[in-house]
């Protein structure tokens, strides 16, 4: 017969014992044994649950971000700098022509956060390499003509390379870089730009900031009297802006906006005259695709096509507007919820954006290797 368990003579020996310390007896339950056989199968079941799931999701991520296109890190002379960043080719041997991307306002590095792979994979697929620089960590000090110069030698230094078609390469330019791309198409070295893909461009740059701020006060409801008193506002610092006032005069006026920054006034103050409308008449008679969000609250997109059509050449303009689309070209209802673009960006790049607008883009260059 079994030995009755003593009764724990100190506090430690009161722990729960183990099982190999119960007793085994005839007719002794086996209850402690079973909760933690099930707990214990529980538990390794979750975990294997979720490693699946964590693997499965890696998984979906990894081959997500998985482009059909080959990425080298490059150096550029540009501008009396040296700027790293990205040229992304087709699978198969060059030369390729070549797309150099132009970017909008803000710090961007090469690849915009993996934003531009999308663009660079529908462009690898009608044959074309991709270029794209970091921008300078002083863009703040830069103007739009320093911004120019910048592109035109990247052109130089990517036509002098052996793996690029230095007869066909063009631009591709966002937002704030639509005051750039004209400067570049008429100023550049022979052979020259063969086309311009513009997304979201602008053509004068008070104009511009006029819209942005109706379409901002209508989209939150505004009242008319916030917005008579938000556009006096504005045209109080064009005032300041156009006398050339200092950054501590405008922070002293009513209304400054107190988050703006000295430099960002700088750059403000020297490029607030910025209008395209000259450059845009002096481009020779090269494609042009002018791209545009329905939903764009930063640019007014029939103005800009309007003067487009304008000012260039007869027969080199195609225009894409996609309903649903913002500023950036992303589909509205993802950009305007925080999560939901998060979750995209990670789990299906390809899904920001707007049903055929890469695909429209990819068509275009393969009309332009013709």
Do not use: C
């Not at 044994?33 to 707990?39: F, I, S, Y």
């Not at 390379?161 to 070295?189: C, E, N, Y």
């Not at 703006?260 to 006034?265: F, G, I, N, Q």
Request: hydrophobic share 40%.
């Amino acid at each position: 017969m079994a030995r009755p368990l003593r009764k724990p003579s100190t506090p430690a020996a009161s722990a729960p014992p183990t099982t190999s310390a119960l007793p085994d007896a005839p007719g002794t339950s086996p209850a402690p044994r079973k909760p933690r056989r099930r707990l214990r199968t529980a538990l390794l079941g979750t975990a294997a649950v979720l490693l699946a799931t964590a693997l499965l999701l890696t998984g979906v991520v990894l081959r997500q971000h998985d482009y059909a296109l080959r990425e080298q890190r490059v150096t550029v002379p540009a501008a009396g700098r040296e700027l790293p960043g990205v040229l992304a080719t087709p699978e198969g041997r060059g030369p390729f022509p070549l797309v150099v991307f132009v970017h909008g306002d803000g710090p961007v590095d090469a690849t915009h956060d993996g934003f531009y792979r999308p663009y660079w994979e529908a462009f690898a697929r009608a044959g074309y390499a991709s270029l794209s620089l970091d921008k300078p960590a002083d863009w703040l000090g830069q103007t739009m003509d320093d911004r120019a110069r910048e592109t035109t030698d990247a052109l130089v230094w990517a036509a002098a390379r052996p793996d690029v078609d230095p007869a066909r390469i063009g631009l591709w330019g966002a937002s704030q870089a639509g005051w750039v791309l004209p400067k570049v198409v008429a100023q550049a070295p022979a052979p020259g730009v063969r086309f311009v893909i513009a997304v979201g461009t602008a053509v004068n740059w008070h104009r511009q900031g006029e819209y942005n701020l109706r379409a901002r006060l209508r989209a939150e409801g505004a009242s008319a009297v916030r917005t008579a008193n938000a556009l006096r506002t504005r045209e109080a610092t064009l005032a300041l802006l156009r006398r050339g006032a200092a950054y501590e005069e405008y922070q002293a006026s009513p209304g400054a906006d107190r988050e703006l920054t000295a430099e960002r006034w700088s750059f403000i103050s020297r490029n607030h005259t910025a209008d395209a409308t000259t450059d845009l008449r002096a481009m020779p008679s090269v494609p042009v695709l002018l791209i545009s969000g329905a939903d764009d609250l930063n640019v007014d997109g029939a103005e800009t096509e309007a003067a487009y059509r304008s000012l260039l050449a007869p027969g080199t303009l195609t225009v894409r507007r996609y309903p649903g689309a913002t500023h950036a070209l992303v589909r509205t209802p993802i950009e305007r919820s925080s999560w939901r673009l998060a979750l995209t960006a990670v789990f299906a790049p390809r899904a920001l954006f707007p049903a055929g607008l890469l695909d429209d883009q990819r068509r275009f260059l393969q009309q332009q290797r013709h």
